[in-house]
């Protein structure tokens, strides 16, 4: 019976790179193994990974390539905004779809 596993991992740019290589073998194959006292068992899993990535240049192009990337931008203070509308985000998510607009015309924004 194959188990249904989501695997969520903070940061995998920080990971050591065998440990890297093994989320890859998993994402792959949907095989973990383990070898203990010389002795080795193996499960098959069927696993959604989500992670997040401070540095994308510090993870190999074959991972890259099994997540679907997506930039997520900074909330920092907007010009023009009130405090009101700074505190409560309005302002923030005015500003959001006023730039998913842009890009969508395919024009660049500020982010």
Do not use: H, W
């Amino acid at each position: 019976m194959t188990k249904l596993i989501s695997l969520l991992v903070d940061e995998i740019d920080k990971m050591p790179a065998k440990d890297q290589a093994s989320l890859l073998n998993l994402m792959e194959t949907g095989i973990v193994s383990e070898t203990k006292y010389g002795k080795t068992r193996s499960t098959q899993i069927k696993t959604s990974v989500f992670a997040t990535n401070n540095n994308i240049k510090k993870i190999s192009a074959a991972q890259q390539s099994r997540f679907f990337i997506a930039k997520v931008m900074v909330l920092s203070p907007i010009e023009g905004l009130n405090a009101t509308e700074q505190k409560t985000g309005i302002g923030y998510i005015q500003k959001m779809y006023q730039d998913l607009a842009a890009l969508k015309e395919g024009l660049q924004c500020k982010v």
